[in-house]
């Protein structure tokens, strides 16, 4: 990735952040781990 996986990430959706997560190992593969809420508005 380029940068260290531990702290949390921004979830980003057209431009907008969503909410918050944590990059996860899993085996090989990377996932996010949800750490809040999220807002979407239409």
């Known amino acids: ?3 260290p996986i531990d702290g ?3 979830i980003v959706a057209n431009g907008q952040r ?3 997560g ?3 190992r899993i085996g ?3 996932g ?3 750490r809040g809420g ?3 508005n239409e």
């Open 18 to 20: 969503i909410g918050r």
């Open 22 to 24: 944590d990059i996860v």
């Open 32 to 34: 996010i781990r949800l």
């Open 28 to 30: 090989e593969e990377l």
């Open 1 to 3: 990735l380029g940068w």
């Open 8 to 10: 949390p990430v921004d």
């Open 38 to 40: 999220f807002a979407c």
